[in-house]
């Protein structure tokens, strides 16, 4: 514990903004919980246990823990304090989900919001692969998301957004910037998210939040070779347009669990 504890830095800072200020900025919750509903109910009706990895708070999950049974992993001692006030201890994991092992298996992995970007290595994305192999039950299926190359090349040329939140003049600012930052230097697919959160103390004084999130994503052809060797893909879905393009944002892969490998 202590050492995952250590080593976590990005989001502790957001912990007690990031359900009600950052994540609905986009306000695709509902959206998002019909399309993985579809995505469950058409691959594995007879689910019962589904395990999130990089869950936080489990904002989607908890709508979700009403069908199944479900366990939450996460890097963060923060998401799991907060996490337990709303839900019962014994389903939330601290572990890293390039390097657990539960001793059970699920019907499900997801991992949901382009979490799997935050592994910042290609090789912790193949690591994140076995882990989910070796978590699933018989030939069921694994579903994740990414932003890809286009959209963080886009976000990072073109994107700032910012809004005033929880009506009493505090404003949210996000941008995405194509840098490494913890070393400083440009980087292929190497982006972070700046966020920042000015909290209005009195009179227009402001308090600044700033966080920096790290986040990586890959080829297409370059993750479905990695998958390809544990899984079978069955699905690669464009979350806006279903119909994969050139200029596709954001991407949810689907892929079933080879038994005789
Ligand atoms: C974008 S947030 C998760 C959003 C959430 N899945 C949702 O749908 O709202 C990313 C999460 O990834 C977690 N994370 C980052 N690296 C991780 C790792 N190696 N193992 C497990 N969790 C990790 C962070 O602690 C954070 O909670």
């Given at each position: 514990m202590l050492e995952y504890n250590k080593k976590i830095k990005e989001y502790d800072l957001f912990v007690d903004y990031y359900d009600e200020?950052?994540?609905?900025?986009?306000?695709?919750l509902e959206e998002e919980l019909f399309f993985l509903l579809d995505i469950f109910d058409e691959y594995n009706p007879e689910a019962k246990k589904l395990l999130e990895c990089a869950c936080w708070t489990g904002l989607i999950l908890k709508w979700l823990s009403k069908k199944y049974k479900i366990k939450w992993l996460d890097l963060s001692d923060k998401m799991l304090n907060k996490a337990k006030k709303i839900l019962p201890e014994e389903v939330l994991i601290q572990g890293d989900m390039t390097d657990f092992d539960l001793e059970e298996k699920f019907d499900i992995v997801l991992c949901n919001y382009n979490s799997i970007c935050h592994l910042t290595d290609f090789s912790d994305w193949k690591k994140f692969f076995k882990q989910a192999y070796n978590h699933l039950n018989k030939d069921w299926i694994l579903v994740f998301d990414i932003n890809t190359l286009f959209e963080f090349n886009n976000l990072a040329e073109s994107y700032m957004y910012s809004r005033e939140v929880w009506e009493n003049s505090d404003i949210l600012c996000m941008e995405v910037k194509k840098t490494d930052y913890k070393n400083n230097k440009e980087i292929n697919n190497h982006f972070y998210w700046d966020l920042r959160l000015f909290l209005n103390q009195w009179e227009d004084n402001y308090k600044l939040i700033r966080e920096r999130v790290s986040e990586n994503t890959f080829e297409i052809y370059k993750i479905k070779d990695a998958l390809n060797k544990l899984f079978q893909i069955e699905e690669i879905i464009d979350f806006h347009n279903i119909e994969l393009r050139p200029d596709s944002s954001r991407v949810y892969f689907v892929a079933k669990k080879k038994i005789d490998l």
């Amino acid at each position: 514990m202590l050492e995952y504890n250590k080593k976590i830095k990005e989001y502790d800072l957001f912990v007690d903004y990031y359900d009600e200020v950052v994540r609905p900025y986009d306000n695709q919750l509902e959206e998002e919980l019909f399309f993985l509903l579809d995505i469950f109910d058409e691959y594995n009706p007879e689910a019962k246990k589904l395990l999130e990895c990089a869950c936080w708070t489990g904002l989607i999950l908890k709508w979700l823990s009403k069908k199944y049974k479900i366990k939450w992993l996460d890097l963060s001692d923060k998401m799991l304090n907060k996490a337990k006030k709303i839900l019962p201890e014994e389903v939330l994991i601290q572990g890293d989900m390039t390097d657990f092992d539960l001793e059970e298996k699920f019907d499900i992995v997801l991992c949901n919001y382009n979490s799997i970007c935050h592994l910042t290595d290609f090789s912790d994305w193949k690591k994140f692969f076995k882990q989910a192999y070796n978590h699933l039950n018989k030939d069921w299926i694994l579903v994740f998301d990414i932003n890809t190359l286009f959209e963080f090349n886009n976000l990072a040329e073109s994107y700032m957004y910012s809004r005033e939140v929880w009506e009493n003049s505090d404003i949210l600012c996000m941008e995405v910037k194509k840098t490494d930052y913890k070393n400083n230097k440009e980087i292929n697919n190497h982006f972070y998210w700046d966020l920042r959160l000015f909290l209005n103390q009195w009179e227009d004084n402001y308090k600044l939040i700033r966080e920096r999130v790290s986040e990586n994503t890959f080829e297409i052809y370059k993750i479905k070779d990695a998958l390809n060797k544990l899984f079978q893909i069955e699905e690669i879905i464009d979350f806006h347009n279903i119909e994969l393009r050139p200029d596709s944002s954001r991407v949810y892969f689907v892929a079933k669990k080879k038994i005789d490998l």
